[in-house]
């Protein structure tokens, strides 16, 4: 349930997405694109359509990610979400906002200090030490990271592709919304600062698209950063969380299926929609 003292914050949002597939045989596909449900954010309403019908499977995994699971032999399948949800984000002062040692870390949070298939955090600790380790720990040392990767990292669609790791994006200086996320965690947990992978519909991204951000445990609870700056943080509604762009895939597919389309929409139903976001302000989602 939504905090109570949180209400006068709500918007509503109307969010989804629809994937059109080809298929050359039978394909057996997991999607991850349903809305999650936590202490800022909740599903009101929400219907999958599978053109042709097909059976669905659901799961939720511990983390709170949901998946479904489909199989279909059929020549093309069409998946479209539609989901209705309230958000609630938190706002937290900055100042107050630091990184917990180790030891008092809560067990559950522990995870995330570990590198990763795509957040090599063992090869970046001489980097982030070098940039990062004379600024304050806390908001300030996070919010300097986010600076140095969105000057010195160019955003550029269709550079990197799935095998792409932080150490790649640091190489290369260039690419999408997953390797900024990527990137910014590697140095979080190289500074040991427990971080993690979001994947969020995103109000006003432009061109719409699924969207990476990432959380960092401070204090006691996940603050979202986006180094891409691309769209508002108060505009995410968030689909999955996981240690790296492996855990939450909008889809994995088994079989020869090639997807052609995707549109993807996350509209504020509120009459004065216009968010502002200012990377200096602590925000929770």
Not at 66 to 71: G, I, T
Not at 122 to 144: H, K, W
Not at 205 to 229: K, S
Request: proline residues 5%; negative net charge; glycine residues 6%.
């Amino acid at each position: 349930m939504l905090d109570a003292m949180l209400r006068e914050l709500l918007m509503k949002w109307k969010v989804g997405c629809q994937l059109d597939y080809n298929l050359a045989g039978l394909t057996t596909f997991v999607f991850n694109i349903a809305i999650a449900g936590d202490r800022h954010q909740r599903c009101l309403e929400e219907q999958i359509r599978l053109t042709p019908a097909e059976p669905l499977e659901e799961h939720c995994d511990a983390r709170g990610n949901r998946y479904w699971r489909v199989s279909s032999a059929a020549e093309h399948l069409t998946v479209t979400y539609e989901a209705t949800a309230v958000s609630a984000p938190l706002e937290g002062d900055p100042a107050s906002l630091t990184t917990l040692p180790v030891a008092s870390l809560p067990m559950d949070v522990l995870p995330y200090l570990y590198p990763s298939r795509y957040c090599q955090s063992d090869r970046l600790m001489t980097l982030a030490r070098r940039e990062f380790g004379a600024i304050a720990q806390g908001y300030e040392q996070v919010q300097a990271l986010c600076e140095w990767i969105y000057h010195h990292v160019a955003y550029q669609g269709g550079s990197t592709d799935v095998h792409t790791s932080a150490c790649d994006t640091l190489l290369e200086r260039r690419g999408v919304c997953r390797d900024f996320a990527h990137l910014a965690i590697a140095l979080c947990r190289a500074l040991e600062i427990p971080a993690r992978f979001v994947s969020v519909y995103a109000h006003d991204l432009n061109p719409p698209d699924f969207h990476a951000c990432f959380e960092v445990y401070l204090g006691d609870r996940w603050y979202v950063f986006d180094a891409t700056r691309l769209a508002p943080r108060q505009g995410f509604i968030r689909i999955a969380t996981g240690r790296d762009a492996a855990d939450v895939a909008f889809c994995t597919l088994f079989g020869p299926g090639q997807m052609t389309n995707l549109q993807i929409w996350a509209d504020c139903l509120e009459s004065n929609p216009a968010l502002h976001d200012d990377p200096k302000r602590a925000i929770a989602l």
